[in-house]
C-alpha cells in the first residue's frame, strides 16, 4: 500500500522513523512509542510500505539544540482521530490549503495558532 498522489504532492519531505530518530536525537524504540502515543502520525510510502511521516512535524528544540517534535501536533491529531478520521487523511488534512486558516493547518500549527487550528478541526466531519 502506497500514499495517493495528491498526499505525496502536499508534503515535500517525509522521515522514515530511523531519521526521525535520528533527527531528534532519541532511541528508536522511542519514537515507536511517539507514533503510538499520537505525538506524530505517519502514513505506508513507496514500493516497500515504509512507515514515514512528514519532516515538517520537526522544529528547532527548545534551547536552539537540535529538533522535537512540533508540541501543538499530538492534541490537533488527537481532535481529527476522535472525528473519525484515519491517518492518511489526518496527514492529507494538515497539509492541504484551509481558507479558515489561510495556510495549511500544519504551517498554522508552526506559527503558534495552535487554538484556532483546534477550533477548525473540531468541525471536520
Known amino acids: 500500500m502506497s ?15 530511523p531519521d ?6 532519541v532511541p528508536f ?14 502514513v505506508r510510502r513507496g514500493e516497500r510500505a515504509v512507515f514515514q511521516v512528514p519532516a515538517a512535524f ?10 522535537q517534535v512540533l508540541p501543538s ?3 490537533t491529531v488527537l481532535v481529527l482521530a476522535d472525528q473519525g478520521l ?4 489526518i496527514v492529507e488534512w494538515l497539509f492541504a490549503a484551509n481558507d479558515a486558516l489561510g495556510t495549511s493547518p500544519v504551517e498554522a500549527l508552526r506559527a503558534g495558532r495552535k487554538t ?3 477550533r477548525v478541526a473540531q468541525a471536520v466531519a
Do not use: F, H, M, S
Open 73 to 75: 501536533l499530538r492534541g
Open 86 to 89: 484515519p491517518d492518511e487523511e
Open 29 to 42: 524504540t522511542q519514537v515507536r512509542n511517539l507514533v503510538r502515543d499520537r505525538y506524530v502520525v505517519g
Open 3 to 17: 500514499t495517493t498522489p495528491d498526499l505525496d504532492a502536499l508534503v515535500p519531505e517525509w522521515l522514515p522513523l
Open 20 to 25: 526521525l530518530a535520528d533527527r531528534i536525537g
Open 116 to 118: 484556532e487550528v483546534r
Open 58 to 67: 520537526l522544529v528547532p528544540a527548545e534551547g536552539g539544540a537540535g529538533e
